[in-house]
């Protein structure tokens, strides 16, 4: 837990950023108590097979990340550590607390990888050293907070996710059920879920673009939000400041092109024995694990498995391309992310310019302030 300095700026801005999330994170840790003590029933199941196990990754994977993002603990790994307690504690309160219900190593387990697959994306979240990159991440950031300050746009989000993957699951649930007498609940409930995700993304580009102008328009702050319009930046674009005292860089109010990175330079970041190593993995997470316990009947942990293998390579592939991308950007006033025409001889005035060839935007600055000051969690 961090105490907040009233007369810092910054932190003040960071404590009204965490809030919605913290809300966020008790209103579902009380909804998960609740749904995970309710009584059972006492009547044998009908045949109806249910994605317990898959709904238990969601939801501890869930609660772990939404604990991360209440930014009351900055160690991912204290997060997960609690987060694993807190499954299977409510786990084995079960059968202390609830008529019908009984602790399930099973559902335990689901939770826990759910929990891990969580925290292996929230080690990816570190910032970037070079200040160019790490503001472009922070500008992103910045948007998504500004965005969440409102809780209108919460509703808006959380209904363009549940009602879709609601609604899916159970007319697939009840079709296969109904018409072809078999039971594929963890698949339905996953084509509801990635349902839910693509229409949630939809509904955030829908909500971005005013979001996204105020920060070219406005130039705030990504520290602490005060207007950086009028603020006076030197010939290379670097500044800071007036308010908190964090460094600026002109670049940070414009999107600059994302690198695009061949597939085979990101499969080599870790040279042939870390490609060798993430093959394994996949081939133990995706089809090895997953058959096995298909075969011994554990549907519900055979999809827990496959969906931490994806999660986890998902992450691994994340944070290779943030390593490449450090190594591209740190080029990016030598030669243009997009087309790689040398622009080394071409003007940056006030630290940003455009590639003659192809007119992308590029951002140089001087690396020595870089380091100077950096803010963000770690
Ligand atoms: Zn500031
Ligand atoms: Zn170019």
Redesign the pocket.
């Known amino acids: 837990m961090t105490r907040i300095d009233l007369s810092d700026?910054?932190a003040i801005r960071r404590e009204g950023a965490a809030w919605p999330w913290r809300i966020a994170f008790l209103l579902f840790g009380v909804f998960l108590l609740i749904a995970t003590h309710w009584p059972g029933s006492d009547q044998p199941s009908s045949g109806h097979e249910s994605p317990d196990k898959l709904l238990h990754f969601l939801c501890f994977g869930g609660l772990a990340f939404l604990l991360w993002m209440t930014d009351w603990i900055r160690r991912f790994w204290i997060v997960s550590i609690l987060a694993i307690g807190f499954t299977i504690l409510d786990e084995l309160t079960q059968s202390f607390f609830s008529i019908n219900r009984e602790a399930s190593g099973a559902d335990i387990a689901a939770g826990i990888l759910g929990v891990l697959t969580a925290s292996a994306w929230m080690s990816t979240f570190n910032s970037a050293e070079q200040l160019v990159t790490r503001q472009q991440d922070r500008r992103l950031h910045y948007i998504l907070d500004e965005m969440l300050a409102r809780p209108a746009n919460w509703f808006l989000l959380g209904a363009a996710f549940a009602l879709p993957m609601v609604l899916l699951f159970v007319v697939i649930y009840f079709l296969t059920w109904n018409f072809l007498g078999f039971s594929i609940s963890n698949i339905a409930l996953t084509i509801g879920v990635v349902a839910g995700m693509a229409v949630a993304l939809g509904m955030l580009l829908r909500l971005a673009p005013p979001f996204i102008e105020s920060v070219e328009v406005n130039h705030p702050?990504?520290?602490?939000?005060?207007s950086?319009v009028d603020l006076e930046l030197d010939e290379h674009g670097h500044g800071h400041?007036?308010?908190?005292?964090?460094p600026?860089h002109a670049s940070q109010w414009h999107q600059l092109p994302a690198p695009n990175i061949p597939v085979s330079v990101l499969l080599s970041t870790d040279g042939p024995l870390g490609f060798a190593c993430m093959l394994c993995y996949l081939v133990l997470a995706i089809i090895a694990g997953p058959l096995l316990l298909l075969a011994s009947g554990h549907a519900g942990l055979a999809t827990a498995i496959f969906y931490t293998g994806i999660g986890i390579a998902g992450a691994m592939f994340w944070q290779w391309y943030r390593i490449q991308r450090t190594v591209i950007l740190n080029q990016g006033g030598d030669r243009c992310i997009r087309c790689s025409v040398d622009i080394a001889a071409i003007e940056a005035e006030g630290g940003i310019g455009h590639c003659p060839n192809c007119k992308a935007i590029f951002a140089r600055s001087r690396s020595s302030v870089d380091d100077e000051q950096n803010s963000d969690r770690t």
Not at 221 to 226: K, R
Not at 241 to 246: A, N
């Open positions: 700026p910054a702050c990504f520290d602490c939000g005060a950086l400041c007036t308010s908190c005292g964090h600026v």
